[in-house]
C-alpha cells in the first residue's frame, strides 16, 4: 500500500525507444533489483521493424536482451538483483543452427519468402532461455541473477490476435486454461 508506481514507455520494435527508455531509466537514480522481460507477439504476420530485423524476433528477444545491456550497470549496483526472462515451451519446437551445427543468422530474422509465425515464435523463445543462461552464467558472481520460466501452459490472454486458427483454438482451450 506505500509502493509508488510509475509508468514509463517501451516500445521493443523499436531499438531507439529502447535506449530512451533506459536512459530516463537511469536519469532517475534508482536501483533496479528485479527486471522482467515479459513482452511478446505471437502469430504476428511477417514485417521488418524500423530497425530492418523481422518483428517477431525483435519484439520477443533483441528488445529484452539489449534492453538488459543498457542496463546491466545499474543491476550490478543494485545487487541483488535479479532478471527474470518469461520464454515459453515451444522453443522445444525448433532449431537455429544450420545442418553443419553452426549458428544460422538468417533463421533469427528470416525473409518474408522463409517466415512462418509459429518457428519465428519458437525460436524467440529459445533465444530467451539461451541469453538468460549465459546472463546468469557472467553476472551471478557480481550478485545478479537471470532465470527463464515457462509462464503455465495455456495461460488465456489475447496473444493469439493476429491469427484465425490460434483464436480459434484458445477460445476452444478457454475453460480449460488460467486467466491472467
Known sequence: HKAKVE???LDLASLQS???FAEAFKSKNLP??????????????????EDGLESTFQVNHLGHFYLVQLLEDVLRQSSPARVVVVSSESHRFTEIKDSSGKLDFSLLSPSKKEYWAMLAYNR????NILFSNELNRRLAPHGVTSNSVHPGN???SSI?????????????????????
Open 32 to 49: 533496479l533489483h528485479i527486471l522482467i522481460c515479459n513482452a511478446a507477439v505471437f502469430g504476428a504476420p511477417w514485417s521488418l521493424t
Open 18 to 20: 529502447v535506449q530512451h
Open 7 to 9: 509508468a514509463m514507455t
Open 160 to 180: 493469439h490476435r493476429n491469427w484465425w486458427l490460434y483464436t480459434l483454438l484458445f477460445t476452444l482451450a478457454r475453460p480449460f486454461t488460467k486467466s491472467m
Open 154 to 156: 495455456m495461460i488465456y
Open 124 to 127: 524467440s523463445k529459445l533465444c
